[in-house]
């Protein structure tokens, strides 16, 4: 199986920006298809993006389209969130996750078999 460990996460100001990264080993990236997730105080876990194993095709939750963008890198085994103009609201541990199915990118948490363990985003006005 594969092991997932998140960075990047920190305190920002509004506006600006984060790149949080996701490390995977174990089995090699390529063969999952990723995802982020965020957990805001008091929250369920949401959604926020996906990538195909290859990269090639993405999708977003509505309100950070725009703003973020998920990516990967297959030969360094890195999963990639760029998070800009940034909101209080965006404040969040954030989540990577692998997923093991085939079709539709999958926007439901328990269509991902393995987590990472968060990284804090906080986001000040």
């Known amino acids: 199986q594969v092991q997932l460990v998140e960075s990047g996460g920190g305190l920002v100001q509004a506006g600006g920006s984060l790149r949080l990264s996701c490390a995977a080993s174990?089995?090699?990236?390529?063969?999952?298809?990723m995802g982020w997730f965020r957990q805001a105080p008091g929250k369920e876990r949401e959604f926020v993006a996906t990538?195909?194993?290859?990269?090639?095709?993405?999708d977003y939750e509505d309100s950070v389209k725009g703003r973020f963008t998920i990516s990967r890198d297959n030969a360094k085994n890195t999963l990639y969130l760029q998070m800009n103009s940034l909101k209080p609201e965006d404040t969040a541990v954030y989540y990577c996750?692998?997923?093991?199915?085939?079709?539709?990118?999958?926007?439901?948490?328990?269509?991902?078999?393995?987590w990472g363990q968060g990284t804090q985003v906080t986001v000040s006005s």
């Open positions: 990538i195909s194993r290859s990269g090639g095709s993405t």
């Open positions: 996750a692998a997923s093991q199915v085939f079709g539709s990118l999958p926007v439901q948490e328990r269509r991902y078999n393995y």
């Open positions: 174990g089995r090699t990236l390529s063969i999952y298809v």
